[in-house]
């Protein structure tokens, strides 16, 4: 899973990512403005490191997120048009964090001159729906000129895909995300080269200073009962707090955060928060001596989450042995699950569940 920080400029985007991951990337005016950052994120997950436990294997593998860090995106950068790079590395996200300014620090004023998270949400936004729009502009241009010489067999195609692109089109004109529309599964697949920035889930982040700590959740309540769209979620956070927090040990992090009311360290509630945007589940797996968690789209079949192990698997799928974490701890062992029943056989079109622990049959290719 990939997700991608994006920001205006002095947003504090690069706190964020050294918070989120752990890195130590310079940060502030004096930073410059480098293409990306990028870093892998274990997920943790207590399940897996109880299956650990049950299983002993010699390898455990969670899953990860690659979390990437883009340059400020300045005013006026859509009509000056987004670098190649800056798209190309939007294009790779399952999902975006706009991350939102709101914290005061006099080193580095706002370059508005003020903090206000709800219009840099509009700056941002209008950024992003200019960048469609020019995308749907230049894509109908084409088509227009294509489709009178195109043969019949290969005109239909193209007409639907015009009349798709007209709808996205009154969409982006009318300032609403792409993400707002109803658009079939075939369409998706007819606009996955597009990469629309509009389009994707995104996680809006408010970036509060250490004296709002306590006002985090209302701040985030505030702000998302003012921006109704589809597949967006809100939170907040300290990210210099964070930050700093990830320079302690465990022990001591976990009592700083508990004196402040936190459950959790930021990490792991953004990635679960991503994981809900997305619409992922969890499945585990334990072959060749590798307990190992497996992100899956949540409504997947047996044979999907087979293919997501090894294309082999998919092509080549007999049946799934299947219980569900909830029941292997209950029994104890994957015998006894296999005594009680719960260990069970599923066919090619069971679909898989949150917590489910899996094992693929497969005839292998010749």
Not at 27 to 38: C, D, M, N, Q, T
Not at 93 to 120: Q, T
Request: proline share 6%.
């Amino acid at each position: 899973m990939h997700i991608t920080l994006v920001g205006l400029p002095l947003s504090g985007k690069t706190t964020v990512f050294n918070a989120l991951t752990g890195q130590r990337e310079v940060v502030g005016p004096g930073a410059g403005r480098p293409e990306a950052h990028r870093a892998m994120v274990k997920v943790p997950d207590d399940r897996l490191d109880w299956l650990a436990g049950l299983f002993r294997p010699h390898k455990v593998t969670p899953a990860e997120v690659c979390f990437v860090d883009l340059a400020g995106i300045p005013q006026g950068a859509a009509r000056q048009g987004l670098p190649a790079s800056f798209l190309a590395a939007i294009g790779e996200a399952d999902a975006l964090i706009h991350v939102l300014r709101a914290f005061e620090n006099s080193h580095a004023p706002h370059p508005a001159g003020s903090i206000d998270p709800a219009r840099d949400l509009a700056q941002l936004d209008a950024e992003f729906l200019l960048a469609d729009l020019s995308v749907v502009e230049r894509r109908l241009e084409r088509l227009e000129q294509e489709i009178p010489k195109l043969p019949r067999s290969e005109k239909e195609a193209r007409l639907h895909e015009h009349d798709l692109l007209q709808r996205l089109k009154a969409s982006l004109e009318a300032e609403v995300p792409l993400r707002d529309l109803d658009i079939l599964p075939e369409e998706e697949k007819m606009l996955r080269g597009f990469n629309f920035l509009t389009l994707k889930p995104v996680l809006l982040l408010l970036n509060i200073g250490e004296e709002r700590i306590e006002q985090g959740d209302r701040l985030a309540q505030a702000l998302a009962a003012d921006y109704r769209h589809r597949r967006c979620a809100v939170a907040a956070m300290c990210a210099e707090w964070e930050m700093e927090l990830g320079e302690l040990s465990p022990t001591e992090a976990a009592e700083f955060r508990q004196a402040l009311g936190l459950a959790e360290p930021a990490a792991s509630r953004i990635i679960r928060l991503a994981y809900d945007l997305l619409g992922l589940i969890t499945f585990f797996t334990f072959v060749s001596e590798e307990v190992r968690a497996w992100p899956l789209r949540r409504g997947s079949t047996a044979v999907d989450a087979a293919g997501t192990v090894h294309t082999d698997m998919a092509r080549g799928f007999i049946r799934a042995e299947v219980v569900h974490l909830d029941a292997l701890r209950e029994a104890g062992s994957l015998p006894e699950a296999r005594r009680r029943g719960t260990l069970r056989t599923e066919g090619r079109d069971y679909l898989i569940q949150d917590g489910d622990v899996c094992t693929f049959l497969f005839t292998p290719p010749r």
